[in-house]
């Protein structure tokens, strides 16, 4: 039986009662029904305000957490300003380091946002999946990704630089750690706020892009330092 049938049965079954009522039945009938519309109504009406209220609270409550996370990582990445501070002396005899270093740190955020994106879609549709997998997947994903996109960033600063292998070589490596180390972090961060800290997961990608910000600058530094600076002198040394 379908459930037009039913309801038509179901009909008819009321109409036959109903004919049977008096007229006095009849008005204490629509009364009742009246009532129960009246208490239905205002049911309806009063969870629809503590909702609306419940989602004004809800708004305060995200706004102002918002704000203090982005206040936070607004201190914490100044502390870049420290790092290139430290580092003056290279900066200012190499000057390709702040040339590139846009695209370094830019690259860094790019790569870490992507791979947050895919885990916290996933921990949209499933809150328990094995991270060990996970994790072992991403990390040959990075090396792939990393491999592929310093050669992209290697040719562009050769390219520039007139053929001049330290240079890029120097803009390659840092471009490589700076890649890998980021997805590396865009899948675990997701997957440590929501299970460990208990934060909403999305708060990941602006999180990972400071991150990888004052980590883009520290690695990209510290190779420089080393290939351009130590490298260079112990060369001119030997000859």
Request: hydrophobic share 45%; aromatic share 6%; proline share 3%.
């Amino acid at each position: 039986m379908t459930q037009r049938h039913r309801s038509l049965k179901i009909i008819d079954t009321f109409d036959e009662q109903f004919s049977a009522l008096s007229s006095e039945d009849l008005k204490t009938f629509v009364a009742h029904v009246r009532r129960r519309l009246d208490d239905t109504n205002e049911k309806e009406k009063s969870s629809k305000k503590q909702e609306e209220e419940e989602e004004e609270g809800e708004g305060e409550s995200s706004l102002w957490s918002r704000v203090c996370l982005l206040s936070f990582l607004l201190i914490l990445q100044s502390g870049s300003s420290f790092i290139l501070q430290s580092f003056s002396d290279l900066i200012s005899r190499h000057i390709l380091i702040t040339m590139y270093l846009t695209m370094l740190v830019g690259a860094g955020g790019n790569a870490g946002n992507q791979a947050a994106v895919l885990v916290i879609r996933r921990l949209a549709k499933s809150r328990s999946f094995p991270v060990r997998p996970l994790l072992i997947r991403e990390t040959f994903s990075a090396l792939i990704i990393g491999l592929l996109v310093t050669s992209v960033g290697f040719i562009r600063v050769w390219i520039e630089e007139r053929g001049a292998i330290l240079p890029s070589l120097t803009i390659g490596i840092a471009l490589f750690c700076i890649v890998t180390t980021s997805i590396l972090l865009g899948t675990l961060l997701p997957v440590i706020l929501q299970r460990i800290i208990h934060v909403d997961p999305a708060h990941a990608g602006p999180i990972i892009q400071v991150v990888m910000d004052i980590l883009g600058v520290c690695i990209t530094c510290a190779v420089g330092q080393t290939l351009l600076v130590n490298y260079s002198s112990h060369k001119h040394k030997e000859l």
